[in-house]
């Protein structure tokens, strides 16, 4: 069964730290997405990455950056976690050239800054 | 600003009646069209999508209905399943900004037996 996989489904941090959420796809995908996901305001795109090494702003980069090192991992980074970053955080992928943009999921990580 | 909305943020319905979800957008440049499940602790699951193309797509229970001069959408559930009740999320693109889907805030189905 393919899937997006994320390292933690809950995460408690001090504002401050830096946070890594790491994400592994097994589809071979060379699209990768992370998206936040709020109340009242759906998904919004942080960053995305179309090759290894490659990445490109989303709607709502600041305060956040990334690493594509391997095809298969996306990590999301929080230099400084603040507590308007308390969210859910959604990775997921999509293969090249897709044209219907159809996205696949990760299970989700709830990030509390304190 | 959202451009893309869903107005609704919840929506009861009966089992075996139909469930229609309403999405409503701003950006003219928009020409592909998604709708997105999700179930709680769960990723977000694609369901279907429409192309501006088109103004009907239809997967089994589910029909969505593109009317662009209105720049609104819609999907039907028919009939409503016990199994349905969960988040859906309308999503759209434009051409010009691959990569960057556009999602609205969500409705949130229970469907009662």
């Known amino acids: 069964d393919v899937k997006v996989t994320q390292s933690s489904r809950y995460l408690v941090k001090r504002t401050g730290e830096k946070v890594f959420l790491e994400c592994v796809q097994d589809?071979?995908?060379?699209?990768m997405f992370w998206y936040r996901q709020d109340p009242g305001l759906g998904l919004r795109l942080i960053y995305f990455?179309?090759?290894?090494?490659?990445?490109e702003k989303g709607d709502i980069p600041e305060g956040y950056s990334v690493s594509r090192e391997k095809k298969e991992r996306f990590s999301l980074i929080l230099e400084s976690a603040s507590t308007n970053q308390t969210s859910m955080y959604l990775c997921a992928s999509s293969p090249q050239g897709g044209s219907d943009e159809k996205l696949f999921f990760g299970s989700g990580t709830q990030l509390s800054v304190l | 600003d959202q451009q893309v909305k869903q107005n609704s943020p919840s929506l009861s319905v009966q089992e075996g009646r139909i469930s229609i979800l309403n999405c409503d957008y701003t950006n003219s440049m928009f020409d592909y069209f998604l709708w997105y499940k999700k179930y709680p602790a769960e990723g977000p699951t694609f369901l279907i999508s429409i192309s501006s193309i088109k103004d009907k797509n239809e997967d089994g229970r589910f029909t969505v209905f593109l009317n662009k001069s209105a720049k609104h959408l819609s999907l039907h559930i028919v009939p409503s399943q016990p199994g349905d009740s969960a988040v859906y999320f309308c999503a759209a693109s434009a051409f010009d900004s691959w990569g960057k889907l556009q999602f609205g805030a969500g409705t949130q189905v229970v469907v009662t037996p």
């Open positions: 990455s179309y090759d290894v090494k490659m990445k």
């Open positions: 589809m071979d995908h060379e699209n």
